[in-house]
């Protein structure tokens, strides 16, 4: 968990509603119904990126999903290992080795206009019953990520994001055990900016009280398990499948 996401908004809207007046990509990325590790995606981060400027504005940016360890020395190697490094664990975020230095410094946004999850419980849905999971609002889910900018031995500058998971809440739970953080409007400015590197004030402003309940979880088809279909269609609700049982 996280896999797969859905970015289907627009980049203006996404400038839009995330308040985003410092830089932004020249072209746009083309909307994805299902984004893959590797894949460039969007993120949301401080403009001023020394942390000079408490009052930064908010960039928008282009990276590729899954992030590299910051040790690594060999492109091919990178590359391999951002499939890897696609989810950090909010719970261990600020130890691990591959993770520790962007939590404490380079934190983002994550847009996505929904995610994927594949069900897990058994004698609740059939096995792997994949499921479309939305903001119940239609807006973006404004998941909270980190992100880092690697250097390859021939000079090429390649940044990456990772997204943070927590533990299932509330009906969540039944489907996966783990799903994205949520980052509520009013924290942005606080976990974007790259002056705040306390760590136990980075893990408070993860915690929120029922975050499962921004969203709403819809059953869909199998078309989703394959990276080589992308389209609308995919996050169409579908009929429940028998659950399997042990019996």
């Given at each position: 968990m996280c896999g797969r996401y859905a970015q289907t908004a627009d980049m203006r809207e996404l400038m839009?509603?995330?308040e985003v007046t410092g830089t932004s990509p020249q072209s746009s990325l083309p909307l994805n119904w299902n984004i893959a590790p590797t894949n460039p995606i969007y993120i949301v981060r401080a403009n001023d990126r020394s942390g000079k400027d408490?009052?930064?504005e908010k960039a928008l940016a282009t990276v590729s999903w899954g992030l590299?360890?910051?040790?690594?020395?060999?492109l091919q190697e990178a590359r391999a290992s951002q499939s890897r490094a696609i989810n950090a664990r909010s719970e261990s975020i600020h130890e691990k080795p591959t993770f520790r230095n962007a939590f404490r410094s380079t934190r983002c946004l994550i847009p996505a206009s929904g995610y994927y999850e594949w069900?897990?419980?058994l004698g609740q849905y059939r096995p792997k019953q994949p499921f479309y999971?939305?903001?119940r609002d239609g807006m973006a889910l404004p998941i909270a990520g980190i992100w880092s900018s690697w250097t390859a031995p021939n000079g090429?500058?390649?940044e990456t994001a990772s997204i943070i998971t927590q533990e299932a809440q509330g009906e969540l739970e039944s489907i996966h055990s783990r799903m994205p953080v949520f980052m509520p409007p009013d924290r942005w400015d606080l976990?974007?900016?790259?002056?705040?590197?306390d760590v136990n004030e980075l893990k408070s402003l993860m915690v929120v009280e029922h975050p499962e309940s921004i969203v709403i979880a819809r059953p869909v088809s199998d078309a989703v398990n394959s990276v080589a279909n992308n389209g609308k269609e995919l996050t169409v609700e579908t009929p429940l499948g028998e659950p399997e049982t042990l019996f």
């Open positions: 839009e509603q995330f408490v009052n930064s590299i360890g910051p040790w690594l020395t060999d069900a897990t419980a999971i939305s903001a090429e500058v390649i976990w974007l900016n790259p002056r705040n590197t």
